[in-house]
Each structure stands twice: as structure tokens, then as C-alpha cells.
């Protein structure tokens, strides 16, 4: 079965946990042991990505490591064609719509479609908007941010998105920001969408996490609390415990 149809699968069920690693913040390896812990914790699949990286093998490198230490699903996030890797599973072919760098809405894409059609990658459609305080993704990305109260535009960008054919769509703070996508936001977003709703930056426990998934995210992300957190066990099962308990309505 295809990477998209099990999650498709598994998130009529409960709201998913997915664990995103940056192979710019930490050596192979310790990505390596922060992936086994995730999958123990119960995280769903493993996102690996970030807007700093220099070079593709540095994610070869890091989703080899992973890939020794765990079966959950390897998915690529990436920034740009060159980060593209073939010992992944899958990758998010995403297009950041608000970005004013056509790079990042559909050249990028360009360049990369026919390693992802030769490497064998699963590729799995997204949407992706940057909403503030956007954090480096969003100056990285050249994003015109939405603004944290523009409900509108947010509801705007996921129905084009749906509509442009896209299975997924992610509302993304920004990693470690210092707010999370508003709750009224993510309500009115999943509201008005039929395909899951990705939410992530800025969640880093439990209280929070739970508050997202209530408001209609269908698959929490979470970076920043893999890098820095020291019982990383115990958050993590906090934060896919809170989330797993709600009912789902998808
Ligand atoms: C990246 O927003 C996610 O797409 C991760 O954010 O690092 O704040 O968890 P955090």
C-alpha cells in the first residue's frame, strides 16, 4: 500500500503525530536515535527537512540513519531540488504557495521531477502557506506571510490548493515560533477543506498539541521538541497521547 493511503487510512481513525528532522541540527546518527525514540513514542512517520541545508548528503547521510534504526516511513520535506534523496520513502511534492520566488511554487519542482520519478520516491502532493511569525522558513521561502488573523486568505489558499488537485495542506508557524497557528484559524481552514490539514511550529507540548488537534488538525508536526527536549520519550508521548484521544470527523 502506498505511503499517502496508509496515512489517508489512519487519519480517519485519529489526529497523527509526525516527527520532522532537520539533518542540520544534528549528526546522523543522533537523528538516528531521535527517530527510534519517536516510533516507540508512537509518531506516525518520520519528515526530514530544513531551510538551512548545504548539501543532498547530508539527507542521504541522515535518512540512511533512520532508516537503520526504524520501519516508520521516511518522507521528504524538502526546500529545494537538491535535497532530494533516494533512500527516502516518499516526499511531500509541495508547492509554498505564498511565496512571491516562483522557485518555490513550481521551479524547484521543475528540476526535481524526474529524479523523483527515477529514484522511485512516492510522491505525495501538498499545498504549504507560511503563516507569521514564519520564522526562517518564511524569509528563507520569500514568503508573503499570512497574517496570524487573516482567516481568510488561510481559508483562501487551502481551498486553491484543493482545488489545484493538492492531498494535503499544511498551515505552518514556522519552526520554532513563538506562536502557533491560532485555533480559529485551523478551525476555519478544516471547515471549509476536505483533504487533511497538516499544522505545525511552535508545538512543543502536550496542552498545546491537543488544542491544535481539537481546532481540526488532522497531523501534528513537531521539530523544534525532538532537538532540544532531554526526556524526549516523555513528551512525545504526552503530546501523540493528548492528540490520539479526540474523536475524529474527517
Ligand atoms: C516545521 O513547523 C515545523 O515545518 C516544526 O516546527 O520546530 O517549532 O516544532 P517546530
Known amino acids: 500500500m502506498s505511503i499517502e493511503k496508509q496515512i489517508l487510512r489512519l487519519v480517519k481513525k485519529k489526529t497523527l503525530h509526525f516527527s520532522l528532522l ?40 541522515t535518512v540512511k540513519a533512520i532508516k537503520k534504526t526504524t520501519n516508520l516511513p521516511v518522507i521528504l520535506f524538502p526546500s529545494g531540488a537538491k535535497f532530494l534523496s533516494t533512500y527516502a520513502d516518499a516526499v511531500f511534492f509541495m508547492s509554498l504557495l505564498n511565496s512571491r520566488n516562483l522557485d518555490f511554487v513550481i521551479r524547484e519542482h521543475v528540476k526535481g521531477a524526474l529524479f523523483v520519478k527515477q ?50 495542506f499544511y498551515l505552518e508557524a514556522g519552526s520554532g515560533a513563538t506562536y502557533p497557528v491560532s485555533n480559529e484559524m485551523i478551525s476555519s481552514v478544516k471547515k471549509n477543506i476536505n483533504i487533511p490539514l497538516l499544522v505545525g511550529g511552535g508545538i512543543r507540548d502536550a496542552d498545546t498539541a491537543k488544542e491544535k488537534a481539537k481546532a481540526g488538525a488532522d497531523i501534528i508536526i513537531t521539530g523544534t521538541a525532538l532537538e532540544k527536549e532531554k526526556d524526549l520519550k516523555q513528551t512525545l508521548s504526552s503530546i501523540i497521547h493528548a492528540i490520539e484521544g479526540l474523536n475524529k470527523c474527517l
Open 119 to 168: 529514484s522511485g520516491l512516492e510522491p505525495i502532493p501538498m499545498g504549504y502557506v507560511i503563516v507569521e511569525p514564519g520564522m526562517t522558513v518564511g524569509r528563507k521561502g520569500e514568503a508573503d506571510l499570512i497574517k496570524k488573523d487573516d482567516i481568510e486568505s488561510a481559508v483562501g489558499y487551502a481551498l486553491a490548493a484543493q482545488y489545484l488537485g493538492m492531498r494535503f
Open 22 to 61: 532537520d539533518p542540520d541540527k544534528q549528526d546522523p546518527h543522533v537523528a538516528g536515535a531521535i527517530a527510534k525514540t519517536a516510533a516507540e513514542a508512537g509518531s506516525t512517520a518520520i519528515m526530514i527537512g530544513g531551510s538551512t541545508l548545504a548539501s543532498q548528503k547530508q539527507v542521504d547521510d
